[in-house]
């Protein structure tokens, strides 16, 4: 049983998020608490194993809270409530450097916060089982040869940690992720929580970014991320990423569609794709375009996922190598790039 103390100075969500968590049996709620200062009392009264917490909040914010986090043995896991704000977003990234484990992104107008139940839900029990990584390799300096493509949209950062914490850490390509969020550094935060958890080194793509061996490239909201063909000075052929600041695909900027197409014409058949939860279409062309260049593509089983309208976007294509459980996903991707890299 996983003991939560909500922290909101909002009674409308901490109503809706106690009831959202109330038909769960593994979840049990042992308190609310309106402010920074009764959160501190509330950590200290009842031992929570995770904290859900608002950054903005009277007497003391959730900053303030994590400042203090050292008065504290253990402090909870902490999962972070976000507004969907540039402020939001720095803040954000300012509880993650100060050890939150994991952040939200509050639904766009109140009437559609119950919206994010079943990813609460998901989450909370992903942050108090997964486990940080504490060690690395050393870096690479290997332009990548083979190319991991990773799509997902609503219900998808829960299962990114399921797939970057089992991706081994000699694993022989570069992974690009294309997780759909808001601009503001959103995406920057999400790099530096998977970071903790992965083998491998994880972050934020930027506009000029080589494609090395063991790298993980989070796409950058605002920018599409583009894949373009890149030669070094030992005439070893690879890719680079190009931002590009060109209109919206799907509704959405990054796009899966524009990173695995793009990826496609300079990988080819070392390129090996998988798609996670989602709604809409984005997706389903970049799939087949894998697919056409001689890739593997993957698609995750409709069960694990919140939404299926990208994973079923790529399966209406014919396009999809394998239909997958969450758990399977990670050895299916090592196991190709072993087979292509000889």
Do not use: W
Not at 178 to 192: D, E, N, V
Not at 225 to 248: C, E, M, R, W
């Amino acid at each position: 049983m996983i003991r939560v103390l909500i922290i909101d100075d909002s009674l409308f969500i901490r109503t809706v998020v106690q009831d959202m968590l109330a038909d769960d049996t593994e979840i049990q709620v042992v308190g609310v608490a309106s402010d920074g200062i009764e959160a501190l009392e509330k950590i200290r009264e009842l031992k929570p194993d995770l904290i859900t917490l608002d950054i903005e909040m009277p007497k003391l914010d959730g900053i303030g809270v994590l400042e203090r986090k050292r008065e504290f043995s253990p402090f909870p896991r902490t999962l972070m409530l976000s507004s969907l704000t540039s402020e939001g977003a720095e803040m954000t990234k300012k509880a993650m450097s100060l050890g939150a484990d994991d952040f939200m992104l509050k639904p766009r107008g109140i009437k559609n916060i119950r919206e994010i139940g079943a990813e609460l839900k998901s989450k909370i029990k992903n942050i108090c089982t997964i486990a940080y990584v504490t060690t690395k390799p050393a870096s690479r300096d290997e332009i990548a040869k083979n190319i991991v493509l990773i799509g997902s949209s609503a219900g998808g950062p829960p299962m990114l940690d399921v797939v970057v914490s089992n991706l081994p850490a000699d694993l022989n390509a570069a992974v690009i992720i294309t997780q759909h969020m808001p601009k503001g550094g959103f995406t920057a935060a999400l790099a530096a929580r998977l970071d903790r958890i992965s083998p491998l080194r994880i972050k934020e793509t930027e506009n000029g970014d080589i494609l090395k061996r063991g790298m993980v490239f989070i796409s950058k909201a605002g920018y599409h991320t583009i894949v373009s063909s890149y030669l070094d000075k030992g005439g070893i052929q690879g890719g680079k990423i190009v931002h590009a600041d060109s209109p919206p695909v799907h509704n959405v900027k990054p796009a899966v569609d524009k990173t695995f197409v793009s990826a496609a014409q300079v990988f080819g058949g070392r390129s090996v794709s998988a798609i996670l939860s989602g709604m809409g279409n984005d997706g389903g062309e970049g799939t087949e375009a894998i697919k056409k260049a001689g890739g593997v593509t993957i698609v995750c089983r409709q069960e694990d996922c919140l939404v299926y309208g990208m994973a079923r976007s790529a399966l209406q294509r014919e396009a999809v190598d394998h239909v997958l459980p969450l758990k399977n996903i990670p050895g299916k991707i090592e196991d190709f790039v072993k087979s292509i890299s000889g």
